[in-house]
Antibody, heavy 119, light 107 residues
Framework: EVQLVESGGGLVQPGGSLRLSCAASGFTFSTYAMNWVRQAPGKGLEWVSA???????YYADSVKGRFTISRDNSKNTLYLQLNSLRAEDTALYYC?????????????WGQGTLVTVSS | DIQMTQSPSSLSASIEDRVTITCRAS??????LSWYQQKPGKAPKLLIHATSSLQSGVPSRFSGSGSGTDFNLTISSLQPEDFATYYCQQSHSTPWTFGQGTKVEIK
């Protein structure tokens, strides 16, 4: 059974940093592209970043230069480093697996980890 | 960036009604269109990819159609468990953008 479990969210002040993790199990992690998608409270879905199995990365313009996606295939774990956080980054952050052979669409999602940026 | 616009933003329907949600892309995305269902407090669930390919385990009352810029998600006979918010998403090019969502409510 495919499982994705996010962690690392919390309350952080504007300008602060957080590192999110997503532990994957039930599939060969290294062969799948992975993504981060966020959802602000009461709002829609926004794709944030993607990484291929070999490490090629993509970012939404809204986070480029502030967020860094990475993965450790030996630990079956996806990461998202969030720096220079702003109030508008407040959201539930989901990790999501790209469908076989593609970055997108996303066939499995975690339950999300909440990031709140506030002073 | 490719903008995705869904209509309507919300709708009220009865059990066994036929429901259609429309998604329009700001430029041609060929058939790179997916649909997700999200229930309150839950992660989105992939229903359909590549415009009309039903994800494993998704009931056959869900179907997708379209090409280019105009796409539809149809629920042929609405069931109680289908009341949720539905999102379209294009996977033609990054950033992979979503529509704003369509909330399907009970009439």
């Amino acid at each position: 059974e495919v499982q994705l479990v996010e962690s690392g969210g919390g309350l952080v002040q504007p300008g602060g940093s957080l590192r999110l993790s997503c532990a994957a199990s039930g599939f060969t992690f290294s062969t799948y592209a992975m993504n981060w998608v966020r959802q602000a409270p009461g709002k829609g879905l926004e794709w944030v970043s993607a990484i291929s199995g070999s490490g090629s990365t993509y970012y939404a313009d809204s986070v480029k230069g502030r967020f860094t996606i990475s993965r450790d295939n030996s630990k079956n774990t996806l990461y998202l480093q969030l720096n220079s956080l702003r109030a508008e980054d407040t959201a539930l952050y989901y990790c999501a697996r790209g469908i076989s052979g593609s970055y997108c669409p996303f066939d499995y999602w975690g339950q999300g980890t909440l990031v709140t940026v506030s002073s | 960036d490719i903008q995705m616009t869904q209509s309507p933003s919300s709708l009220s329907a009865s059990i066994e009604d036929r429901v259609t949600i429309t998604c329009r892309a700001s430029q041609s995305i060929s058939s790179y269109l997916s649909w997700y269902q999200q229930k309150p407090g839950k992660a989105p669930k992939l229903l359909i990819h590549a415009t009309s390919s039903l994800q494993s385990g998704v009931p056959s009352r869900f179907s997708g159609s379209g090409s280019g810029t105009d796409f539809n998600l149809t629920i042929s006979s609405l069931q109680p468990e289908d009341f949720a918010t539905y999102y379209c998403q294009q996977s033609h090019s990054t950033p992979w953008t979503f529509g704003q969502g369509t909330k399907v409510e009970i009439k």
